[in-house]
């Protein structure tokens, strides 16, 4: 399988307490991507300020930090291919309101703040938040039984 990839998906607080955890992840299971890590935990500030370090000049960004610090998140890794594109487009905008019906954040946001998932946007970022987030340990090698009638 050629353009296999990983990529860090994570449920924000408001996704947690709207009760949106099942949802999300069966959405990438039925696309057909493998889980290979996930965590049910609150992230402290530390972690939360090298996450979201590239956007420390913002003016939104205390706030960025204490919301997601503010309660449960469900980082999660997810393994296939073109996983980080595909995820992207399956999270839609950052800004719910531009987010097409379909997409995670088109079916269950409205105000950008509370826009229910982070997810990695380039193979790069994806391999550093990863890290930020799981250990080698973490991860899973595990073959997805159905990948022959996922993937040619």
Request: charged share 25%; hydrophobic share 45%.
């Amino acid at each position: 399988m050629s353009n296999t990839e990983r990529t860090f998906i994570m449920i924000k607080p408001d996704g947690v307490a709207r009760g949106l955890v099942a949802e999300i992840i069966s959405r990438f299971e039925r696309r057909g991507f493998k889980l290979v890590a996930m965590k049910f935990m609150v992230a402290d500030e530390a972690l939360l300020q090298q996450h979201y370090g590239a956007l420390a000049d913002k003016p939104f960004f205390p706030g960025l930090v204490k919301f997601i610090g503010s309660g449960p998140v469900v980082p999660m890794v997810w393994e296939g291919k073109d996983v980080v594109k595909q995820g992207r487009a399956m999270l839609g905008e950052t800004n719910p309101l531009a987010s097409k019906p379909g997409t995670i954040r088109g079916d269950f946001g409205i105000d950008i703040g509370r826009n229910v998932v982070h997810g990695s946007d380039s193979v790069e970022t994806a391999e550093r938040e990863i890290g930020l987030w799981f250990d080698k340990g973490q991860l899973v090698d595990w073959t997805l039984p159905l990948a022959g009638s996922i993937y040619e």
